[in-house]
Each structure stands twice: as C-alpha cells, then as structure tokens.
C-alpha cells in the first residue's frame, strides 16, 4: 500500500464532495442575478437532434444585479432557450427581442428565503454524508492492510490521524460554503 497514493485519493474522493456541494449551492436563486443559476439547464434543440446544456449554444451574462441576459450562438434555437427557461424549475419568466433572452430576477419573498435555506443545508449535509463515507472507505482500505500485515499499528495510527484531518478539512469547507450561501439567500 503505497501511503501517498491512499492519501491523495482520499483527499481527491473528498474533495469531490466539497466541490459538488459548492456547485450545487451556486445553481440555488439568491435573489441575485448570476450565470450559474442557469448551469443545469438543458436545451433540447430539435434542427441539432440532441439535446445540449444551456452554456453551450449561448452566452449567459449578468449586466445588472437583477437581470440575466442570454445570447444564443445560433439565432434559430432561441425559441428552444425559451421553451428550456420556461419548464424549468427556477420561476423566472423569459423575454426575448429576437436576439437575446431577458430572465428578470424577481424579489424572493421571507418564506421562499427560509425554503431555499433549508434546501441548502439539505445539500450541505449531503456533501458531509459523501465525506463521511470517502472516510469510511479509507478506514476500511486501512483496515484491510492492517490485517494483510501491510503496514504496521503505527502506521495504521498516522494513517487514521491524516484521514481524519483530511475529513476535518473537507467538512469545514463545506461548511463554510453553507454559511456564505445562507447568508446570501437571507440578504434582502
């Protein structure tokens, strides 16, 4: 067992995780515009015959705090953005003047403020979860080579002291991204 290797896959592993939660938390609307409210929507663009994330065939920008404007590549798949935008789950209605979409940022109300922290701490403990069991599978590998007299009681102890703060380290991270992210939701 080589102990660099282990180490950097579960750094990696747990890295994933925190990086995943961080994303997922910048796709929640704030009341804000930012491009990345729109990072999982997908496009099903018929004359393309596939279907295609938004990012791809337009571009997403915000001039004004409150306001997203997206651009398309190709003028004939702006009916497609619409038709995207409006199915979505994000509650913001379209405009478009024939070259580029307006997406209106509407004032998110207390109660709505409140649901979308919840929802945000749902994802942050998601991510601890996916943590906790980027531990488990270190501690079981550890194990393992403990057993198979691969690395000594020692070393086991090092071992499990580093996976530990690698733990710590991602947790906190996760941690800190819940609490901007709270704070920004609740910000009227």
Wanted: hydrophobic fraction near 40%; charge should be negative; glycine fraction near 4%.
């Amino acid at each position: 067992m080589d102990p660099e290797t282990f180490l950097l896959e579960t750094e990696d592993a747990m890295d994933k995780a925190a990086d995943f939660v961080s994303h997922e938390m910048a796709t929640i609307r704030t009341g804000k515009a930012s491009p990345a409210l729109l990072d999982n929507i997908n496009v099903h663009v018929p004359s393309y015959g596939t279907s295609m994330q938004l990012k791809q065939i337009a571009l997403v920008s915000a001039p004004e705090p409150r306001l997203l404007t997206v651009q398309p590549h190709d003028p004939s798949v702006m009916q497609d953005i619409e038709r995207a935008l409006r199915e979505s789950k994000l509650g913001i209605n379209p405009s478009s003047d024939g070259r580029i979409i307006r997406l209106p940022i509407p004032e998110l109300s207390e109660e709505r403020r409140r649901d979308l922290v919840k929802v945000i701490k749902d994802m942050a403990e998601q991510g601890r979860v996916r943590v906790r069991g980027a531990r488990k599978d270190a501690m079981d590998k550890l194990k393992a080579a403990l057993k198979a007299s691969a690395i000594t009681e020692d070393d086991f102890r090092d071992f499990e002291k580093e996976v530990q703060t690698l733990t710590d380290k991602s947790v906190k991270s996760i941690d800190a991204h819940f609490e901007a992210k709270e704070k920004d939701v609740m910000t009227v």
